[in-house]
């Protein structure tokens, strides 16, 4: 039949499709935890991955998903590198490690010191490509990277998820951090979106010789947000090389370093996380 120009009805034959294969991919999806913070540089992608491997190391099928198109960090922490894409028809195949399962954009992209310089539009539509075109399979939790901030990306993410789902929103101790991460909280609200609770990353400097504390910036950002908006604080993560060795490496500290001090904090934040 000849096309007499009028698309309306050809759109939303197109929506209903993104919406459906959107649902069937959401049934297969136990829990979904957003990974969030209205500021960055407070380690969230960090967060994020140990998050993603803690789960994974617990025996639960898992997918981490980086969404931070504009600073993709996952794949240097999980030494995956540029992997390129993998397709099994029409369906984008995550990389795999263990049982864990990973996509994040920066898989996609020869330079990774290239500028992704992208306008909302094309931003959301890979988002929504990653949610309903990637071979998730049964999940117990999917992982969700987040870039900081309330705008197109975290929006998005948030109105598309369903079912059992919830944000873990990453500060660190100073004024100046809380107060932008007061907006992720408010943003939550406004949503509707569950928060399972705050991190507070940063906090402290743990000696490696003689184990004192040194509050190397302010202290009490995250027990003073999570009074004020009634969410659950649910670790303070202090600054140990580990942490950073880890990421650098390519080997996750709640892996690699156990029984480190952060790596003891994260496996009891782990557990509170749906408590």
């Keep these: ?24 991919v959401m049934q297969n999806i136990k829990h979904k935890i957003v990974v969030m913070s209205g500021k960055g540089g407070v380690g969230k992608s960090t967060v994020a991955v140990n998050l993603a491997v803690s789960l994974a190391l617990a025996g639960n099928s898992v997918g981490l998903l980086d969404v931070d198109i504009h600073g993709p960090s996952v794949p240097q922490m999980l030494k995956l590198g540029n992997t390129g894409v993998m397709m099994d028809g029409d369906m984008i195949l995550p990389q795999e490690i263990g ?14 010191d290239g500028a992704i310089i992208w306008r909302g539009p094309m931003k959301i539509g890979v988002i929504k490509q990653f949610l309903t075109d990637v071979a998730w399979g049964e ?17 998005t993410i948030c109105q598309l998820l369903d079912g059992e789902k919830g ?25 509707e979106f569950p928060v399972l609770g705050l991190v507070e990353n940063m906090s402290g400097f743990v000696c490696p010789d003689c184990g004192k504390v040194t509050e190397i910036f302010s202290a009490g950002a995250g027990e003073n ?8 604080l649910l670790a303070k993560i202090p600054i140990d090389p580990v942490i950073c060795q880890g990421g650098d490496d390519g080997t996750p500290f709640v892996q690699r370093f156990a029984k480190s001090v952060p790596g003891k904090i994260f496996e009891e934040m782990v557990s509170k996380l749906f408590a």
């Design 99 to 112: 049982s864990l399962k990973v996509v994040s954009l920066g898989f996609m992209f020869d330079d990774p």
């Design 139 to 155: 999940l117990d939790y999917l992982v969700i990277d987040s870039p900081p901030g309330t705008g197109d990306e975290p929006l």
């Design 1 to 24: 039949m000849a096309c007499n120009g009028d698309c309306s009805n050809c759109n939303s034959k197109e929506k209903a499709a993104e919406d459906c294969r959107l649902k069937s």
């Design 167 to 191: 944000a873990v929103i990453v500060t660190t101790p100073q004024l100046v951090a809380a107060n932008d991460v007061a907006k992720s909280l408010n943003f939550c609200n406004q949503l």
């Design 225 to 232: 947000l999570a009074e004020r908006f009634g969410v659950k």
